[in-house]
């Protein structure tokens, strides 16, 4: 009799087991995945966390986020390994587009680029009103080894931008004075604040870390050659398998009137200045 009744509750705890077992791979089946390819200066300042949060609330999906240098997103997703990117390097996305790796390029928000420096500007970039003459005194400086840069050197859309100013202003970047990181905007900021270097960042990284970085100031702002506009692009379905109805929400969320709203609003409290500003069409 004993025997008997143990087997029925051994036979009973399977069965439970087995149903949680079912219901737990149902829960996962029914829970579909979105992958987004981004840069690290849409994560670093805290944005795309909080607006990847409300999307995943409203939409159901699983929201997986590769937060990585522009280069690196659109490679990524030239792959295939992600549904839709989230980059700053417009050229560069109009080329991916283009070659059918992309359906369409949509603009989402914009802010700029800024050179920073030490607080005691060795180059003495406070007061220039010339991009090239900015850029020309950093090289200077560093060849008398008094001062360096700090780049980025990751491929992401912040280098790109650097490297082409070099190129506009005919300045050659060979030489100890230039430091190629290959790290994300926040790590290069970091490094540039140990150093007390000059670098590149955008506007909005620096503000949302500027309580940690004492030794970095904005030395120059407000060129248009600074400007920087962010762009959302889904994998085309015809190149790879991919979620591609769930990039589309993710692109019609994004221009949303009341989420551009939120985009130009994020950062005000804190910084008395927004970190982006809404640039959907």
Known sequence: MKRSMAKKLVSIVLVLTLAFVVVGCTEEEVTEKLTLATTTS??????????MSQFEEESGYQADVI???????????????????????????????AEGYGTE?????????????????PANLKGT?????????????????????????????THTKELSLWNIYGIDIDGD????????MGDTLITAN???SYTLADRGTFLSMEDHLPNLAILFEGDENLFNPYGIIPINPEQHDVNYE??????????????QEQIGEFGKDKFAQPLFFSDAD
């Open 246 to 259: 769930g990039a589309e929400e993710l692109v019609e969320f994004f221009v949303r009137a009341d989420i």
């Open 177 to 184: 004075w230039y430091n190629s990181l290959g790290q994300g």
């Open 194 to 196: 140990e150093m007390q």
């Open 129 to 157: 009103d010339d991009l090239g003459l900015a850029l020309q005194k950093v090289e200077q400086i560093g060849l008398k080894g008094e001062s360096s840069f700090a780049s980025r050197g990751d491929d992401s859309g």
């Open 67 to 97: 937060a990585v240098g522009t280069g690196q997103a659109l490679e990524v997703g030239r792959r295939g390994d992600a549904d839709i990117i989230f980059v700053h390097a417009e050229e560069l996305e109009k080329e991916f587009v």
């Open 105 to 121: 390029r949509t603009y989402v928000m914009y802010n700029d680029f800024v050179v920073l420096g030490p607080e005691d500007d």
């Open 42 to 51: 849409t994560y670093d300042s805290g944005l795309l966390g909080e607006l």
